[in-house]
Structure formats: C-alpha cells, structure tokens
C-alpha cells in the first residue's frame, strides 16, 4: 500500500518559516517527479513547487525566493522548506508523486495545513 505522509505544518506568523516532509512508503520516490501543491479555502488548488526524479526545480511565481523543494531519496522523503510566509500562503500543503515511466501512476498525501497569521 502506497502512503506519502505531509508533516510540519502549523501556526507561524508572518515573516516566519515552516519546514514540511512528505514521507513515502510503499514506493520508491527516486523514479517519481513530486509535487507540493496547496489548496485555500474557496480556491482551486494551486502546484507550488515541483522536483522531478532527477532534482530539478520549479516554483509557482507567488513563492520564487521564498520556497524551497528538496528530497532525499535515501529517506524516501521531499522536503518543503518555507520562508517569509505570508498570510496568503494559509492553507492545505499536499504532496503528489508522479511515476516518471507513467504519469497515470500518480499518488497524494492527506496534507498538512499551514496557517499564517498574528
């Protein structure tokens, strides 16, 4: 059975960071592209940030600079490292992982919510 874990979210307030993991267990991530990707209330979900297999980045324009998307295939596990945190970064952080030899094999997380606030 396939699971990815999000762990680390909580309440930060603005200017602060937040370090979020996304455990694996039933796959090995080293053949998957993985996703975070958020979702606040009454929006649509959003992709965030994305490491393909071989480690290349990608960010969403809104979080450039600020986020930073990591993995370590050892531990099986990608990393989502946050700083300066807005208010509008409130919300759910999910985890996708997409098998790169087929993109109809693809699994998600429960996520973690993060909350930016005073």
């Known amino acids: 059975q396939v699971q990815l874990v999000e762990s680390g979210g909580g309440l930060v307030q603005p200017g602060g960071s937040l370090r979020l993991s996304c455990a694996a267990s039933g796959i090995s991530i080293s053949t998957y592209d993985m996703g975070w990707y958020r979702q606040a209330p009454g929006k649509q979900r959003e992709l965030v940030a994305f490491?393909?297999?071989?480690?290349?980045?990608n960010y969403a324009d809104s979080v450039k600079v600020r986020f930073t998307a990591s993995r370590d295939n050892a531990k099986n596990t990608v990393y989502l490292q946050m700083n300066s945190l807005k208010p509008e970064d409130t919300a759910v952080y999910s985890c996708n992982a997409v098998w790169k030899y087929n993109r109809r094999q693809e699994y998600w997380g429960q996520g973690t919510q993060v909350t930016v606030s005073s």
């Open positions: 490491i393909s297999s071989g480690g290349s980045t």
